[in-house]
């Protein structure tokens, strides 16, 4: 045998084995990393409802407090002691998805908390929108008629200033929640609630 058919048989020999190796670690892992997913998710809307919680408790909490409710393959959380509601909303931003909850009062027009799961904004900037200090600026703002980002001077009740410096991003958040907030009513008065 000649050296160069020696290296390519050891090559595909090693890709073949790797490649066995890898498949085989993430079929032991995809339940692992399907259940830390879950569980960051219920984590996320226990926070959203300020509920406490700890990690050997996550899930007997997140059952004990929260009621899952579902229409069809739209699904949203309910706080069983106070009636707030959170609502899954995805868009997209300026380099990629927004993706994160939005934490409704009772009366379902008001927001009481909104975080960010994930996002892709450039960091100082439009990355600002996941930040805790500017997200906390939507307690208490309506979602009625719509709710509006505004460059400057935001005084209403449905009214936030924008991110300085990022324009873009600031729109499609805005958008994002409208959008999410307007799914969830449709979703909500087609089941009858």
Do not use: C
Not at 69 to 74: F, K, Q
Request: no cysteine; aromatic share 8%; proline share 2%.
């Amino acid at each position: 045998m000649t050296n160069n058919l020696r290296v390519i048989l050891f090559v595909v020999i090693l890709g073949a084995f790797t490649s066995v190796l890898l498949l085989s670690a993430d079929n032991f892992t995809e339940d692992r990393i399907q259940a830390n997913e879950e569980a960051r998710f219920k984590i996320a809307v226990l926070d959203a409802h300020g509920i406490s919680h700890n990690p050997n408790n996550v899930h007997d909490v997140f059952a004990e407090k929260i009621e899952i409710n579902e229409n069809d393959d739209y699904i949203y959380y309910v706080n069983k002691e106070t009636g707030n509601v959170t609502i899954n909303f995805r868009g997209g931003g300026v380099w990629g998805p927004i993706i994160g909850l939005l934490t409704l009062e009772s009366d379902r027009e008001t927001i009481s908390y909104i975080s960010i799961l994930q996002q892709e904004e450039t960091p100082g900037l439009g990355g600002v929108v996941a930040e805790r200090n500017y997200l906390d600026n939507y307690v208490g703002k309506k979602l009625v008629p719509e709710l509006r980002i505004l460059k400057s001077g935001a005084s209403g009740e449905n009214e936030v200033d924008s991110i300085t410096g990022a324009t873009r991003t600031s729109e499609a958040f805005e958008s994002i929640l409208n959008e999410a907030y307007t799914t969830f009513l449709s979703e909500v008065e087609s089941a009858g609630e």
